[in-house]
């Protein structure tokens, strides 16, 4: 079965701008993690949905933000950019909310580059 | 808050064995796992141990616990250049859905 997609795959944007993200989890999964990776800070957790529902929150500001939709798949905002937020986003899906870790599979990433 | 460390960098000769080093400092950690990631790719989860085990063998990959001392190893043996790549030790305890990451070792397979 197809795995977890990321659109877009590369994304340039300018400080002060806003993006959105997307991920499609893989079929029947109901859960959506995203993360972001950078060289300095490493892999951080971002939030989780669950059946629409914000399940989970890591430390971030309010500029970035998500929402499911019913089909699952997950947007990730990130308003008033800054140079800083430039990483590789990563979105992981599963069945469950906080199943085993091999119940989770990561997408590619959309590689995002603030200017 | 909880912690994960790992060194940067690891390079071995390929046919030798990799091994790649972790420490946390959550104690009530129930989850210890092991992620690959290559480049231009995302993770992808190679194995994973309960907190209540020592050990666990997968084909090439061994990995140890140490719960005394907090420190988890990945061993790979006879290591190829396909293993190259960027490995992620992550933790989680019972209690929370939110896996702590370490920074992530670059092993390097040199012919």
């Known amino acids: 079965k197809a795995g977890v997609t990321q659109t877009p795959r590369y994304l340039i944007k300018t400080r002060g701008q806003q993006v959105t993200l997307s991920c499609s989890p893989i079929?029947?999964?109901?859960?959506v993690s995203w993360y972001q990776q950078t060289p300095g800070q490493g892999l951080q957790f971002l939030f989780e949905?669950?059946?629409?529902?914000?399940?989970n929150k890591g430390n971030f500001p309010g500029r970035f933000s998500g929402r499911q939709f019913s089909n699952s798949r997950s947007e990730m905002n990130v308003s008033t950019l800054e140079l800083g937020d430039s990483a590789l986003y990563l979105c992981?899906?599963?069945?469950?909310?906080?199943?085993?870790?091999?119940?989770?599979?990561f997408g590619p990433g959309t590689r995002l580059t603030v200017l | 808050g909880e912690d994960v460390e790992q060194s940067l960098f690891l390079s071995v000769r390929e046919g030798d064995s990799s091994v790649i080093n972790c420490t946390y400092t959550d104690s009530s950690s129930t989850y210890l796992y092991w992620y690959k990631q290559e480049p231009g790719a995302g993770l992808q989860l190679l194995t994973y141990?309960?907190?209540?085990?020592d050990m666990k063998q997968d084909q090439r990959l061994t990995v140890l616990l140490n719960k005394k001392d907090k420190h988890l190893s990945l061993r790979i043996a006879d290591t190829q250049t396909g293993d190259s790549a960027i490995y992620f030790c992550a933790e989680r305890s019972g209690g929370s859905y939110i896996p702590t990451f370490g920074r992530g070792t670059s092993l390097i397979v040199h012919p």
């Open positions: 079929s029947g999964h109901r859960s």
């Open positions: 992981a899906s599963s069945k469950t909310s906080g199943g085993a870790p091999n119940e989770q599979f």
């Open positions: 141990i309960f907190s209540n085990m």
């Open positions: 949905y669950f059946s629409e529902t914000q399940r």
